[in-house]
């Protein structure tokens, strides 16, 4: 019952984003684009405007960063492609105070009752990038 349960959440979410994404796609302008990515980073297929850069710490290869490089006027959303098996951890900027969600790593969910030590090693999971512009939203709900 609980992988069941796991699995369901993880389809209403992807399902919820792909709902909003369809949604701001018939917004004029919002130019969405979108792109599928292995886990190391790897274009498979789509928007050759969305480029993701990978972050390796020297010292713990089995740790990599992510983050889509800037594209003006864009905003990104990001999706494993296997929901139900993945725990987003969001990197924090060595010097800054807080939490920055421009950098993401996926994680395997810990099992319930367990004691772990040391830090939590990537899942290998492909993702999809979704890029849209706010600006084009924001003008539709502004216009009404």
Same mark, same amino acid.
């Given at each position: 019952?609980?992988?069941?349960?796991?699995?369901?959440?993880?389809?209403?979410?992807? $399902?919820?984003?792909? #709902? *909003?994404?369809?949604?701001?796609?018939? @917004?004029?302008? &919002?130019?969405? @684009? *979108?792109?599928?990515? +292995?886990?190391?980073?790897?274009?498979?297929?789509? &928007?050759? $405007?969305?480029?993701?850069?990978?972050? +390796? %710490?020297?010292?713990?290869?089995?740790? %990599?960063?992510?983050?889509?490089?800037?594209? #003006?006027?864009?905003?990104?959303? +990001?999706?494993?492609?296997?929901?139900?098996?993945?725990?987003?951890?969001?990197?924090?900027? *060595?010097?800054?105070? &807080? !939490?920055?969600?421009?950098?993401?790593?996926?994680?395997? !969910?810990?099992?319930?009752?367990? @004691?772990?030590?040391?830090?939590?090693?990537?899942? /290998?999971?492909?993702?999809?990038?979704?890029?849209?512009? !706010? $600006? *084009?939203? @924001? /003008?539709?709900?502004?216009? /009404?």
């Amino acid at each position: 019952m609980i992988e069941i349960g796991a699995a369901s959440a993880g389809l209403n979410l992807a $399902k919820g984003l792909y #709902q *909003a994404l369809e949604f701001i796609r018939g @917004i004029r302008n &919002s130019d969405v @684009i *979108a792109a599928y990515f +292995r886990h190391d980073g790897t274009r498979i297929e789509g &928007s050759d $405007k969305i480029e993701i850069e990978v972050h +390796r %710490e020297n010292d713990k290869p089995a740790i %990599e960063w992510y983050s889509v490089r800037p594209l #003006q006027d864009y905003v990104f959303v +990001r999706q494993p492609t296997v929901e139900s098996c993945a725990h987003e951890l969001v990197g924090q900027v *060595a010097g800054e105070p &807080s !939490p920055d969600a421009r950098y993401w790593r996926w994680v395997a !969910p810990v099992l319930p009752g367990r @004691i772990y030590g040391g830090e939590a090693v990537n899942l /290998k999971v492909d993702f999809l990038v979704f890029g849209y512009k !706010p $600006k *084009a939203l @924001i /003008k539709y709900f502004s216009t /009404k």
